[in-house]
């Protein structure tokens, strides 16, 4: 989860407010920074971290490629319907909270209601473009809590509110795809089957000139469903070679399967094996390999589109239940209970941990984004 991007650019030069100060050392010995900052960003974050101060600095600079990092929304027990907001540091195995969302309107969410005993509220969000976007909930009333999605930039450390659906809804199917949040059926304040069989389309790199510039963005509609039977659960699709893949149920039980062609604005039936093994929450890495965890075995499977099946990946009783999922930098990360649990896919054999939560609190939902800058 501590991978990163590399690649160093023209803008990468150091800056004296960012990585120098506090009585300032050279990075290497013999080298100007910018140059060492070229060559240290060759080595693996985790390596620099541990070597010394100047070191870690840098790794935490703006100026510095990100490596990845755990976002989490959390609950507790005594207040389920105070979400809260952070961010895990692979590197310092530290929690951090993510700044306030913005107070106008207030942000006021719920994930358990009196009407609904046996089974939580969905709080539905993504990640697109490096961005954690939260895109549908529901009330006290029982009413879409989102007229609009909210967004959070690891990199700028701001929130800020996207642009206003047509129809805000809640139990929906929501993905991403290529830089793109997908938002397809639903319920809006009431039923209709106008909602139930739309799909929306927003577009993150669309028109967006500047970093603060959100002018530009809007939604889209997209190709509809044919019918309105993906309103009945909150499904998260997966964007994946092009195509976003969604399911109308969740869980183990017989479902229907469609996937969205991107280029060319239609919609086909998902692969029979694929379907078939969709037995709980998936996720796609880097929108290339798709992972699933069966939550009534507990077993992690990766598809292999030219068969058309899954394969088991490992099987293990602390992924029964799983409830959602996210892929990155080799990662696969699964909220199972309340619980994180992080699969190294890279290994041979694969290995898995526990990220243990903030005190009093539990996971509703991951996602894998780059870490957030701050002073070391």
Not at 20 to 35: A, E, K, N, S, W
Not at 293 to 301: C, I, Y
């Amino acid at each position: 989860m501590a991978d990163s991007s590399r690649s160093p650019t023209k803008r990468t030069r150091l800056s004296q407010k960012n990585v120098v100060g506090h009585g300032h050392q050279p990075l290497l010995p013999g080298l100007p920074d910018d140059i060492a900052q070229v060559c240290l960003s060759l080595v693996h974050p985790s390596v620099l971290f541990s070597v010394c101060t100047s070191w870690r600095r840098l790794v935490y600079s703006s100026s510095f490629p990100p490596f990845l990092s755990l976002y989490a929304l959390l609950t507790s027990s005594s207040s389920p319907n105070s979400i809260q907001f952070y961010s895990f540091d692979p590197l310092s195995s530290n929690w951090h909270a993510l700044p306030a969302t913005p107070p106008d309107p207030p942000l006021r969410l719920f994930l358990r209601h009196p009407s609904f005993i046996s089974r939580d509220l969905p709080i539905q969000s993504v990640s697109v473009s490096g961005n954690l976007v939260l895109v549908a909930a529901t009330t006290s009333n029982l009413l879409p809590a989102l007229p609009r999605p909210l967004v959070f930039d690891p990199v700028a450390k701001k929130w800020a509110f996207g642009p206003p659906l047509a129809t805000p809804r809640r139990w929906c199917s929501a993905g991403a795809l290529g830089g793109a949040v997908y938002v397809a059926s639903g319920i809006g304040s009431h039923f209709s089957i106008d909602v139930a069989r739309s799909v929306e389309k927003w577009d993150l790199t669309k028109n967006k000139k500047h970093p603060n510039d959100h002018l530009g963005w809007e939604w889209e509609k997209a190709r509809g469903l044919r019918d309105g039977r993906f309103s009945r659960d909150a499904i998260e699709a997966v964007g994946w070679r092009g195509k976003l893949c969604m399911v109308n149920l969740k869980g183990d039980a017989v479902k229907e399967g469609l996937m969205y062609d991107v280029e060319k604005d239609t919609w086909q039936d998902m692969p029979e094996g694929m379907i078939g093994g969709w037995k709980g929450p998936v996720a796609a890495m880097d929108e290339e390999v798709m992972y699933v965890v069966d939550e009534a075995k507990g077993a992690l499977r990766r598809y292999n589109p030219e068969k058309d099946v899954w394969v088991e990946i490992l099987e293990s009783e602390r992924l029964i239940g799983a409830d959602q999922i996210a892929g990155g930098g080799g990662r696969v990360c699964v909220v199972c209970r309340g619980k994180i649990l992080v699969v190294d896919v890279t290994a041979a054999p694969p290995s898995f941990w526990d990220v243990k939560t903030p005190l009093g609190l539990e996971a509703v939902a991951i996602h894998i984004l780059p870490r957030m800058s701050h002073a070391v």
